[in-house]
């Protein structure tokens, strides 16, 4: 188990303050402090967000402009064509957008690349086919940002591209018709936080006031699919992010997609009690399964169905594919550790970056995130099956890895991304001059201590407090997901009444006390406490509390993220 450093997120706050916000909202003390420790200035909208909290997308540059454009289209007939990524934020972009174009009349298809045989982004043979379909207007959703060669060929080719994007902007952007993404350094929109799909519904919600049409329609439509983009793409859930997922959540209970609810019965995912996890580990997955293992378009059409049998048909097919990344992704794994643990090199690096030639390049991504997370370094992992390789990357908290392959750039032949997760392709003769210079780069960004994981405690949660009413209590500041973790408590000084293995000892559960009180913890891959524990040790405990339900039965769950043999003092 390795070590993590603990770092309590705490601020002075006036007593008179905590008290304040726990009568108003009727809270216990303690989630009124998570609330201002985390920062949350008006904790009523946060806990309440309405669609009024949406901010105005006309303050997004460039919106005035891609309104005109699309009206225009419409009303003049032309041929649109929209233009997405093979992820998921990508898929429920361009499903979002094609569906609302589709009910105003538009004439409009899409395209999304085979990640395989194009990979991410615009390309020139794409606008070829693009182009002898005779559209005139080209809408990219999820990406376009970085593609100034491929925009200026549309242009010659007499189409006017409207990029929406939220990936980081380099020096020079295309010259397309109009950019709209956050990110652009002259736009003045708040909040820069939004996905590819959070961009492409601000573009639904500016049209959709153009023409005098309802916004809660507009949002009890489409809420469900962007939720579903903007949590698989792991954006923070603050913000408007927050106002859109939070209503999703709720559309998805009863959602009137047919392709969501045919894949729901193909996976037996239960819609009635959705939360950021079940579309985190259940469908997002099968989404992205069409992007990694096969054809894009099927998820595009299992979101676009408008009857029952088309919705199963690729819902049974996503099912499978993912089955099959399921398996692929394991062999992955166990090649990429492998070769980790045979390399003292390796080892020793502060990114590591790994290659082989028959890896899947559409599942190498997902290796890589499980990868940085066990060892906490940056990681990324090339698929060379081919004159190019095609690279993958993810990052931790203290080291961007998108300003890492900007200095790698002379390195590679293409890049893009975030500051935590990336893509690139190079050549396959000049990966090892890349590996020796991103961790250059590292060595000068990053400190041995970087590569401790931080455990963020949210407060201290007294022993007595460690019960069902409080569990029920923290839901109010669901969904959960990044910038808006789950809270993790901690409790001092317990005493081991019990240890018990779990799965042949691969996980513990244990029994503590503290006075009179007794509470259950359980600790998911924390198998080597079995061994370090015994009973009367005195521990500290970090935890989250959770309620399991269980054949209809609603339990308390204390779920360990670390423990440390407590300091003995005076």
């Not at 105003?104 to 070829?128: C, F, Q, S, T, W």
């Not at 500016?206 to 939720?227: K, S």
């Not at 045979?342 to 030639?357: C, E, F, R, T």
């Amino acid at each position: 188990m390795k070590k993590k450093k603990w770092i309590l997120l705490y601020k002075e706050h006036r007593p008179e303050d905590v008290l304040k916000i726990s009568r108003k909202l009727s809270l216990p003390p303690v989630i009124a402090t998570i609330m201002m420790n985390r920062g949350i200035r008006e904790p009523e909208d946060f806990i309440n967000p309405t669609e009024e909290s949406l901010l105005d997308p006309f303050l997004m540059l460039g919106m005035k402009d891609a309104t005109k454009r699309i009206l225009k289209a419409i009303e003049d007939h032309e041929k649109i064509a929209v233009y997405g990524d093979y992820d998921v934020d990508g898929i429920t972009s361009t499903a979002i957008m094609v569906k609302f174009l589709r009910s105003h009349k538009a004439d409009v298809m899409y395209y999304i690349p085979d990640r395989l045989e194009e990979g991410y982004g615009i390309n020139k043979g794409a606008i070829d086919k693009i182009a002898q379909t005779g559209v005139t207007l080209l809408i990219t959703v999820d990406c376009g940002i970085t593609a100034v060669g491929e925009i200026a060929y549309a242009k010659e080719k007499g189409i006017d591209t409207i990029i929406t994007d939220h990936h980081e902007c380099k020096d020079e952007t295309p010259d397309a018709y109009c950019l709209l993404n956050p990110k652009q350094p002259a736009c003045p929109y708040p909040f820069k936080k939004l996905a590819g799909v959070g961009v492409a519904f601000k573009l639904l919600q500016a049209l959709t006031i153009e023409m005098r049409f309802h916004m809660r329609e507009l949002i009890e439509e489409y809420a469900d699919l962007v939720a579903i983009g903007t949590v698989a793409d792991v954006m923070p859930l603050i913000g408007e992010n927050r106002v859109i997922v939070k209503k999703g959540l709720e559309l998805l209970s009863f959602t009137q997609n047919r392709g969501i609810r045919a894949l729901a019965d193909a996976a037996d995912i239960n819609l009635s009690n959705v939360a950021t996890g079940t579309i985190g580990f259940m469908i997002a997955p099968r989404i992205n399964a069409a992007g990694r293992m096969g054809d894009p378009r099927c998820a595009v059409e299992l979101l676009l169905a408008t009857d029952d049998m088309t919705a199963r048909k690729y819902a049974e097919k996503l099912n499978r594919e993912n089955h099959e990344r399921q398996e692929t992704e394991i062999s992955i794994l166990e090649d990429a550790l492998n070769m980790i643990e045979n390399s003292a090199a390796l080892q020793n690096d502060y990114v590591i970056v790994l290659a082989h030639d028959n890896w899947h390049h559409g599942i190498i991504g997902i290796v890589a995130s499980k990868i940085s997370e066990r060892f906490n370094k940056p990681c990324i992992l090339i698929s060379t099956d081919g004159e190019v390789g095609k690279g993958s990357g993810r990052s931790i908290r203290s080291f961007n890895l998108f300003k890492a392959l900007e200095y790698c750039q002379d390195t590679l032949l293409k890049f893009g991304g975030h500051d935590l997760a990336a893509g690139l392709s190079i050549a396959p003769d000049r990966i090892d001059e890349f590996r020796e210079k991103i961790n250059s780069y590292a060595k000068e960004t990053l400190t041995e201590e970087d590569f401790m994981p931080l455990l963020y405690l949210d407060s201290e949660l007294p022993v007595q407090y460690i019960n069902m009413n409080t569990a029920e209590r923290l839901s109010i500041l669901e969904p959960y997901g990044m910038g808006n973790a789950s809270p993790i408590f901690f409790a001092r000084k317990m005493t081991v009444a019990q240890v018990r293995p779990l799965s042949e000892g691969k996980h513990v559960k244990l029994t503590l006390r503290s006075g009179e009180f007794y509470i259950d913890a359980v600790g998911f891959n924390m198998g080597e406490l079995n061994e370090i524990l015994k009973n009367d040790d005195l521990i500290d405990i970090a935890f989250n509390l959770d309620i399991n339900l269980y054949r209809g039965m609603r339990q308390l769950q204390v779920l360990l993220k670390d423990v440390k043999l407590s300091e003995i003092t005076g």
